[in-house]
């Protein structure tokens, strides 16, 4: 038995990607971070691919929460990931603490680098990113567009 088709078009963007790895050092903010790869490379669209490393201060947003949560102390990094363009940038990131719970959610701008965060991203420099409203979530939401014009029909 097949599962029904969604109750909407299913959007998919295939994209050739550059990698760029770089490495963040104490104190240094991942998310303004990624802003400004953004802007150095400017990529229209950006993926973080994987992200390992540690912070002493997480800026979190929990889900159906208006307001971000600041963890402080020593946290490991297992995950960052998310999508990043000049407009903005929707990142989750999870961290584990000495006890190894777990604490996740939307990765607001205030954080702070331990030792090193070593982040992988992808330049998408096919596509362009951007929010735009979404009347099904009430949010804005990421609408991905073809970056290349398009091509000439051959003959």
Do not use: W
Not at 7 to 21: C, D, E, I, Q, T
Not at 49 to 56: K, Y
Not at 122 to 136: G, I, K, N, T, V
């Amino acid at each position: 038995m097949s599962a029904p088709p969604p109750p909407y078009p299913l959007a998919l963007a295939l994209s050739n990607a550059r990698l760029g790895v770089f490495r963040l050092r104490p104190g240094e903010d991942p998310v303004l971070a990624l802003r400004a790869v953004q802007r150095r490379t400017g990529a229209r669209a950006m993926a973080v691919v994987t992200c390992v490393g540690s912070l002493t201060r997480a800026e979190i947003r929990h889900a159906n929460r208006p307001e971000g949560t600041r963890y402080q102390g020593h946290f490991e990094i297992t995950s960052l990931t998310g999508t990043v363009d000049p407009d903005g940038e929707h990142l989750h990131l999870t961290i584990s603490d000495g006890d190894g719970h777990a604490f996740g959610g939307h990765l607001l701008p205030g954080s702070a680098v331990y030792t090193t965060a070593e982040i992988v991203v992808a330049l998408l420099d096919d596509l362009a990113f951007a929010r735009e409203p979404c009347p099904l979530s009430g949010y804005d939401e990421l609408v991905i567009h073809d970056a290349l014009p398009p091509k000439e029909p051959q003959a």
